[in-house]
């Protein structure tokens, strides 16, 4: 799996709660960091920073988040290896 991949399905589980995600310059993987920020319509409720290169597979891609339950139950949905 590649950090693409990853991102791609954490957008996807962002999207599949009803939720907007929010990329830093428009598209995936354009800088190095990238803070995905995510809302509830116009509400804040979270973001993740993505840091890009940590991991070719994408298991390093987010080197920080809210830690709310919300945004850490997409994190371990996208992340955590059971």
């Known amino acids: 799996m590649s950090e693409m ?20 310059d428009d598209e995936l993987g354009a800088t190095e960091i990238q803070n995905v920020r995510v809302y509830r319509d116009d509400a804040y409720q979270g973001s993740m920073l993505l840091v890009w290169g940590n991991d070719p597979e994408g298991s390093e891609l987010v080197a920080d988040y809210t830690d709310t339950p919300l945004i850490d139950g997409i994190w371990r949905e996208v992340f955590w290896e059971d």
Do not use: F, H, M
Request: glycine share 4%; net charge positive.
């Open 5 to 24: 991949t990853k991102a791609r399905e954490l957008i996807a589980a962002i999207e599949a709660r009803g939720l907007t995600a929010r990329i830093e």
